[in-house]
């Protein structure tokens, strides 16, 4: 039996150190087993429409679900592109997104470093009404946004009164503009603009700098995880939108990748095999961006919520 008299300062016992190190391991192993578990029901589904993809139509529907499978198929790739002009849709999805990115990242910017950094009499009065609109579901606002687009003055064919014409419908502006500046993308980056010092501010204003140089110059490349991140979630909303272009364009040569894909559902049938080809393709250009700006994405979601 140990004395202890003898049992020095600072040194353990042998017998707490292996239970604790016991249940470190165990609570380790339950851990990674429930998010191994997770991880796999997640997977499964994007695993079973890559596999949809490639399988012949009999096959496809099989019981019990062949979860592995050697008679592959190419044709359902070849039917996708051939049924619609799918690279007409993946390059009007593109111009759509990308444009919306551009204008999102610079007046959310513009925007965010207002709210942050310029001390005006309204400046949280106008902040919490932009945090109220967060709040209001899109569809709320849909008809009256399809009213205004309808009755811009001096647009597709509208007298200065705003009648006569289209307005900005059937057009791409009208799928750009309402989305250029919003207001998610004006909350993040005040909340990054916010971790941002303002000894530098001050110092070029002393120096004669305008506001706008001091923003162009000196903050906003400092906020390149930020605007990563921004870029990401506003490519992938403007690359997946649906409901919006459906309402605003009605030209076919105008329509994006996912409006194609209903070109796959017909007279209350689904063709799988092409729907679930086009759709694998739809998402590359969104797996690519994230592969490529990952790093600032990671830095930007971890920087942008420290302050409020």
């Known amino acids: 039996m140990t004395n202890p008299e003898t049992i020095k300062p600072g040194v353990r016992t042998r017998g707490p150190q292996i239970g604790v190190s016991t249940q470190n391991r165990i609570a380790n192993v339950l851990f990674y087993t429930v998010g191994g578990i997770i991880a796999v029901i997640m997977f499964l589904p994007f695993y079973w429409s890559v596999l949809t993809s490639f399988k012949h139509d009999e096959d496809m529907f099989t019981l019990p679900i062949k979860w592995f499978t050697t008679n592959l198929t190419f044709e359902h790739y070849y039917n996708a592109f051939t049924t619609v002009p799918f690279g007409l849709y993946f390059w009007n999805s593109f111009i759509l ?11 959310g910017s513009l925007s965010g470093y207002a709210f942050a950094k310029l001390k005006f009499r309204m400046n949280q009065p106008f902040f919490r009404i932009l945090l109220v609109s967060m709040m209001v579901p899109g569809i709320v606002t849909m008809i009256p946004s399809v ?15 705003g009648s006569g014409g289209y307005g900005l419908m059937n057009s791409f502006w009208g799928i750009i503009l309402p989305g250029a500046s919003g207001t998610f993308a004006v909350f993040f980056m005040r909340q990054f603009f916010l971790t941002l010092p303002n000894d530098m501010m001050e110092m070029a204003r002393i120096e004669g700098c305008g506001e706008f140089k001091i923003f162009w110059r000196i903050y906003l490349p400092l906020t390149k995880p930020a605007l990563a991140t921004l870029g990401i979630f506003t490519f992938q909303a403007g690359w997946n939108g649906f409901l919006w272009p459906m309402i605003v364009l009605n030209d076919p040569a105008k329509a994006t990748i996912q409006m194609g894909l209903q070109a796959f559902s017909y007279n209350y049938q689904t063709d799988y095999g092409p729907m679930m080809a086009g759709a694998l393709v739809a998402i590359l250009p969104i797996l ?3 592969l490529l700006l990952q790093r600032y994405f990671i830095q930007g979601i971890a920087f942008s919520g420290i302050k409020g």
């Not at 009213?147 to 003055?153: A, D, E, K, Q, S």
């Open 97 to 107: 997104a990308a444009a919306g990115v551009l204008c999102n990242l610079f007046f």
């Open 288 to 290: 690519v961006l994230f």
């Open 147 to 161: 009213y205004v687009l309808r009755h811009i003055p001096l647009a597709g064919g509208n007298d200065l009164f």
